[in-house]
Nanobody, 121 residues
Framework: QVQLVESGGGLVQPGGSLRLSCAAS????????MGWYRQAPGNQRELVAT???????NYASSVKGRFTISRDNDKNTVYLQMTSLKPEDTGNYYC???????????????WGQGTQVTVSS
């Protein structure tokens, strides 16, 4: 069994900052990539940022230069530092992990429960 637990969401004013964390635990053999997605009411879930085990990153164009994704491989944790937040960044942020589990090394995606980020004055 694998669990992804997110934390760090909340209410912030436009221009403010937040840092999200997501820790993966369970019978993990290896993590290939981790990332963040978000979903606003009435919208589809969209990619925010991803990071591979070697540190390669990918960002949505709407967050480039404002958000930074990083990971601690020893702790199986991924972070999303968000700065210069805008009202359109509001949504439920979901952690995702592409990983392999014990004992057979089966590879699949796992999702966290989500953490709400609200940007409003």
């Amino acid at each position: 069994q694998v669990q992804l637990v997110e934390s760090g969401g909340g209410l912030v004013q436009p221009g403010g900052s937040l840092r999200l964390s997501c820790a993966a635990s369970g019978n993990i053999f290896s993590i290939l990539a981790m990332g963040w997605y978000r979903q606003a009411p009435g919208n589809q879930r969209e990619l925010v940022a991803t990071i591979t085990s070697s540190g390669s990153t990918n960002y949505a164009s709407s967050v480039k230069g404002r958000f930074t994704i990083s990971r601690d491989n020893d702790k199986n944790t991924v972070y999303l530092q968000m700065t210069s937040l805008k009202p359109e960044d509001t949504g439920n942020y979901y952690c995702n992990s592409d990983l392999r589990t014990f004992p057979l090394g089966v590879r699949r995606d796992y999702w966290g429960q989500g953490t709400q980020v609200t940007v409003s004055s």
